[in-house]
T-cell receptor, first 114, second 115 residues
Framework: AQSVTQPDIHITVSEGASLELRCNYSYGATPYLFWYVQSPGQGLQLLLKYFSGDTLVQGIKGFEAEFKRSQSSFNLRKPSVHWSDAAEYFCAVTRGSTLGRLYFGRGTQLTVWP | DSGVTQTPKHLITATGQRVTLRCSPRSGDLSVYWYQQSLDQGLQFLIQYYNGEERAKGNILERFSAQQFPDLHSELNLSSLELGDSALYFC??????????????FGSGTRLTVV
């Protein structure tokens, strides 16, 4: 069965520190992978996506993610966190060929200390 | 503005009542998806429509139904509401582009509170 695991429910970092949010997926077919961010009371904003090609993808707000097929992972990174990055982050996967339903992880809540 | 419009933004209603949530997809997108977000269940896929036809169904209760109209807007109907139906309901639309240019666009959601 398809699934997405975000092992860290809550992460706290200091402003300026580096960040890595983990995501592991289980999907039989070629996956399309996404990272979304949600601020309190807001909708889901796409940070970046991986469809094919270069396994290191760049997104908005200085985020990047690396697809590692051998580890079934798609971890999100940022070299220097800003206070405005505090939000909830969701990893998602779907079938590569059809853009069907998205399977979401449970999310990682990021707190940024000043 | 993401291009996906959901109305209303907030809805407060009593148990046992029926409500309708509306979603207008981004211009040109044929697929519409409905998701429910709650604290205990996270983001749950409810249902997908493609050009007016049901394409996939997820964890949608029998008390819930949806449809997509010829102009591609979609409505999610929730009936016999229970306290546990209180959640944020998202709509998304998708487009399939070449070379990885496709993707999903989410609306800002409808927050439903059942009292």
């Amino acid at each position: 069965a398809q699934s997405v695991t975000q092992p860290d429910i809550h992460i706290t970092v200091s402003e300026g520190a580096s960040l890595e949010l983990r995501c592991n997926y289980s999907y039989g077919a070629t996956p399309y992978l996404f990272w979304y961010v949600q601020s309190p009371g807001q909708g889901l904003q796409l940070l970046l996506k991986y469809f094919s090609g270069d396994t290191l993808v760049q997104g908005i707000k200085g985020f990047e993610a690396e697809f590692k097929r051998s580890q079934s992972s798609f971890n999100l990174r940022k070299p220097s966190v800003h206070w405005s990055d505090a939000a909830e982050y969701f990893c998602a996967v779907t079938r590569g060929s059809t853009l069907g339903r998205l399977y979401f992880g449970r999310g990682t809540q990021l707190t940024v200390w000043p | 503005d993401s291009g996906v419009t959901q109305t209303p933004k907030h809805l407060i209603t009593a148990t046992g009542q029926r409500v309708t949530l509306r979603c207008s997809p981004r211009s040109g997108d044929l697929s519409v998806y409905w998701y429910q977000q709650s604290l205990d269940q996270g983001l749950q896929f409810l249902i997908q429509y493609y050009n007016g036809e049901e394409r996939a169904k997820g964890n949608i209760l029998e008390r819930f139904s949806a449809q997509q109209f010829p102009d591609l807007h979609s409505e999610l109907n929730l009936s016999s509401l229970e306290l546990g139906d209180s959640a944020l309901y998202f709509c998304a639309s998708s487009t399939r582009g070449r070379g990885g240019s496709g993707g999903y666009t989410f609306g800002s959601g409808t927050r439903l509170t059942v009292v």
